[in-house]
């Protein structure tokens, strides 16, 4: 089972900050145990960053193009993330398809233009507050999971992340207790045995997207399908990320 930790800075510091942030990374990457660690600065420093990253640490971004090489102007795509050292990039975020109109189709082909890649695509999925009041949170999480995965073959399997964001407790003064998250989580896993078998559903790392900090981190992370964390905030501070991924059990095996 992977165990990961993934940081989403979103538009946030400067590239000498971002650099700074590395090299206080660094020197504590022999401490993380058995997790894995990401980090999805935005896409200016994606190439330093990669270059600069010590063992252990992978450099994601947070969008890419779900087209090929050609006139995409502003675009990124696959092929050059991993020329510039680059790991995968985060995909179907809910700010993404909030503000920014991605589409499940367009979600799908992100998805599918990493792993042809051989890139890790870390896949978000989540409902919202109106639609877990309506009783439709795990129908719209199997609709997301059916839309991006379903038509993958297993053998990509390993290059699949999923991040499940409650997009209801984030911003709105609700919080999603570890007991909700196993759920959905638990939902998830059943989603990918029932897809792919319980033997690759097994092997797929589902992260919690809400709010997590090193405070809630071991309760979160110690629960049995929660592999780990896609972190916002938390993340932008080494102090505070590293707590964060010291809260999983799997970082005192090390």
């Not at 638990?186 to 090193?214: H, M, N, Q």
Request: proline content about 5%; hydrophobic content about 40%.
């Amino acid at each position: 089972m992977r165990n990961i930790v993934a940081g989403n800075w979103k538009s946030n510091k400067l590239m000498g900050e971002a650099l700074k942030w590395m090299e206080d990374m660094s020197s504590w990457m022999p401490n993380r145990g058995h997790v894995e660690v990401m980090v999805a600065p935005p896409a200016p420093y994606l190439s330093q960053m990669a270059s600069k990253a010590p063992a252990g640490l992978s450099v994601i971004a947070q969008n890419v193009s779900p087209e090929g090489p050609g006139a995409h102007t502003g675009e990124h795509t696959a092929e050059m993330l991993k020329s510039c050292g680059v790991s995968g990039a985060i995909v179907g975020h809910s700010e993404r398809r909030a503000r920014f109109g991605d589409t499940d189709r367009l979600v799908a082909q992100k998805v599918r233009a990493l792993v042809s890649e051989k890139l890790q695509a870390v896949f978000c999925c989540g409902e919202t507050l109106e639609q877990r009041e309506a009783g439709e949170a795990q129908t719209v999480v199997h609709a997301q999971l059916k839309a991006a995965i379903l038509g993958l073959d297993a053998s990509a399997l390993p290059f699949v992340v999923v991040a499940y964001e409650p997009i209801w407790a984030i911003g709105t003064g609700k919080t999603a207790s570890s007991e909700e998250a196993q759920a959905m989580h638990g939902s998830i896993r059943g989603w990918l045995a029932e897809t792919f078998g319980a033997d690759k559903a097994s092997e797929v790392a589902i992260l919690y997207g809400g709010s997590c900090k090193p405070a809630n981190a071991h309760e979160l992370f110690s629960q049995p399908d929660i592999n780990g964390g896609l972190i916002g905030g938390a993340s932008l501070e080494p102090l505070d990320f590293q707590g964060v991924v010291e809260g999983h059990p799997d970082s005192e095996k090390g």
